[in-house]
């Protein structure tokens, strides 16, 4: 229990061991059962630290001198890692980063979902856990009139220029610099978040892993590109492998990155990339997931958890583009699939058409309304896939399946958190909690991505 009063003040220093990491990568000590959260402290670590911020119930310190580092700890390698807000974990051997997240999803099943002896298997994780981005997003700004484009520092929106990013897939990095003296050249003016003016806000860059495919994708705040034809030309010329340029318009002041108006500025609308001998093409505003690698292992496993003989319907609910959808077509008998931006849907249609997949259907609109209007019409679901965004399944949603009964659910989770508040929801109406299978999706950084098998008792 955390104590009423706070056994530290501002500026105290004090010996502490560390308990724990939260999946910021924060090390968790107690002082007097008071939690302190210390920045780039590990399980097991002996420091000194300085508490610098007080909240009610815990407190923030920072490391002054460490008396006993874990045999996790490793040197950062990226140059950047301590200003950058990106990778949270570079600290701590890959290793452990695995053994992190596994115990992570077993606190947070514990904690949130009820479930102290649920089966949380250990992370599956990368060979080789850098450069695996297929998609680089970078914001852009201005520094004494030059351009600048790089990564937010941490817990701010101040740019800080940068060349390379260590878990960016190379090419990705290379074409954004170029772009970045492109348009620095024809003197393109950045965008400013704080006075809503200027005009280039992002560079966006997403490469097929299987194909080489390029897109790049020019975020504008208006619906000019000067000099566009001449950063165009400049651009194919020296990325031959760019296949699509993309305008996304985004005119409003907000934090969401890809505007409501797209329009083609050369070559075709999308590219196109394999998973596991699938097709898909990729247009921008499109969910992609971002490590090609790993989404093989993730879609192996939901596909391994569902169990196919080919007499299957299975409903795959927040499809995206259908990449599990048509992942798990080949194996079952009809797949339903519904996701709610109608360009994802149009590029799932095509995906199938493109892959000769004829078994599927898809509809765009949110789950917890396409799916009861199925039910209603007589679909009878055998399995049913969820792969939700970070806020998990609508409750309705979650009332949905408990009626509707499939024999199996699949519930793949960008969120810990959620996927433990949901399956308490799907445990309590009958349903048991097989494996939780983490898979390291984003090495160097907190977030771990889950899939769960759900089987009706
Ligand atoms: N399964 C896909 C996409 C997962 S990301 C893949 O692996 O690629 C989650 C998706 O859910 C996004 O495409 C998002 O647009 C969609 N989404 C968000 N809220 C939704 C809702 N209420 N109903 C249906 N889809 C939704």
């Not at 460490?66 to 807000?85: N, Q, T």
């Not at 115990?103 to 649920?118: A, S, Y």
């Not at 394999?274 to 790993?294: D, H, L, M, R």
């Not at 319907?313 to 709610?340: M, N, P, R, W």
Request: negative net charge; aromatic residues 6%; hydrophobic residues 35%.
């Amino acid at each position: 229990m955390a104590k009423q009063t706070a056994p530290v003040n501002k500026n105290t220093i004090v010996e502490v061991t560390f308990e724990d990491l939260t999946h910021e990568g924060q090390g968790v000590a107690k002082v007097d059962g008071f939690p302190l959260f210390v920045p780039y402290g590990l399980p097991g670590e002996k420091a000194t630290v300085k508490v610098v911020k007080l909240q009610k119930g815990y407190g923030f310190a920072r490391i002054m001198e460490m008396s006993e580092a874990s045999p996790d700890r490793v040197e950062p390698p990226c140059p950047i890692y301590k200003e950058c807000g990106g990778c949270s974990l570079q600290h701590l051997s890959y290793e452990g980063q695995l053994r992190a997240k596994q115990k992570h999803v077993q606190d947070v099943m514990q904690r949130i979902g009820g479930f102290p002896d649920v089966n949380v298997l250990p992370t599956l994780g990368m060979d080789n856990p850098w450069t695996y981005r297929n998609k680089a997003q970078v914001p852009v700004g201005e520094r004494e009139g030059g351009l600048i484009a790089g990564f937010y520092q941490k817990r701010s929106h101040e740019i800080i220029d940068m060349e390379t990013c260590m878990i960016q897939g190379e090419t990705n990095d290379q074409l954004v610099q170029h772009v970045k003296e492109i348009c620095q050249k024809y003197g393109v003016e950045a965008y400013n978040e704080k006075t809503h003016k200027g005009n280039l806000r992002h560079i966006m860059v997403r490469t097929g892993a299987n194909t080489d495919e390029i897109m790049l994708v020019l975020i504008t705040r208006t619906k000019d590109l000067p000099h566009r034809k001449a950063i165009l030309e400049e651009v194919v010329e020296a990325f031959p492998n760019v296949k699509s340029i993309v305008q996304s318009i985004n005119l409003k002041r907000t934090n969401k990155v890809i505007g409501d108006e797209t329009r083609v500025l050369w070559g075709r609308d999308v590219i196109y990339d394999t998973i596991g001998g699938v097709k898909f093409a990729i247009s921008a505003q499109s969910f992609y997931q971002v490590n090609p690698e790993q989404t093989e292992v993730l879609y192996g496993k939901a596909l391994e958890y569902a169990g196919l003989t080919g007499d299957e319907t299975v409903i795959d609910a927040y499809c995206g583009i259908g990449t599990i959808s048509l992942f798990l077509a080949q194996k079952a008998k009809h797949v339903y699939g519904v996701e709610i931006v109608p360009q994802a849907i149009e590029d799932a249609m095509r995906n199938a058409e493109l892959n000769g997949i004829r078994n599927v259907k898809f509809e765009a609109g949110a789950a917890e309304d396409v799916i009861p209007r199925w039910v209603e019409e007589g679909v009878e679901v055998d399995v049913l896939v969820v792969d939700p965004p970070r806020k998990g399944c609508d409750a309705s949603l979650l009332e949905t399946i408990l009626e509707m009964k499939p024999k199996k659910v699949v519930y793949v989770s960008c969120n810990p958190a959620t996927l433990a508040r949901d399956l308490r929801v799907l445990a309590d109406g009958g349903y048991g909690v097989g494996d939780v299978q983490p898979v390291d999706m984003f090495p160097q950084t907190g977030h771990v991505e889950c899939v769960a098998l759900i089987e009706l008792k």
